[in-house]
């Protein structure tokens, strides 16, 4: 799967987490990116992750969306992905349920404030 074929796949997970936790990003400019290049894809079979270098040397996971156990599954896609980049480390940002699905295949958590209006 590649090319329109991995974004139309790929596009409906992206939009959820932009809903949950970005709503204010619009998914064109996650195309964009994809499409120039910035970013990166990596599918699995019910879920996707959009992946970017970052200049620090580091692969930063900007988006995942679908289920926990297939996001889960394709971690070491993502990890291949930034040891064959010469990077130093894997990120993401999310909120606090992530570090704690992911805490026992080797992710920590990482501070952060989460800002609450209203």
């Known amino acids: 799967m ?27 400019v996650i195309r964009r990116d994809v499409e120039s290049g910035a970013a990166r894809i990596v599918p699995g079979q019910k879920s996707a992750c959009l992946v ?13 969306g679908g289920e926990m ?18 990077c130093s480390a894997v990120t993401a940002l999310g909120r606090s349920g992530w570090g704690r699905a992911l805490r026992d295949i080797g992710w920590t958590s990482m501070a952060y404030k989460e800002l609450r209006y209203g």
């Open 69 to 86: 156990d297939d996001l889960r599954a394709i971690e070491p896609t993502v990890e291949l992905m930034a040891r064959r980049e010469g």
């Open 52 to 64: 970017y270098l970052v200049y620090s040397k580091m692969l930063h996971v900007r988006l995942a």
């Open 2 to 28: 590649g090319g329109p074929e991995l974004w139309d796949f790929s596009e409906k997970y992206f939009q959820m987490a932009l809903d949950r936790a970005d709503p204010e990003t619009p998914i064109d």
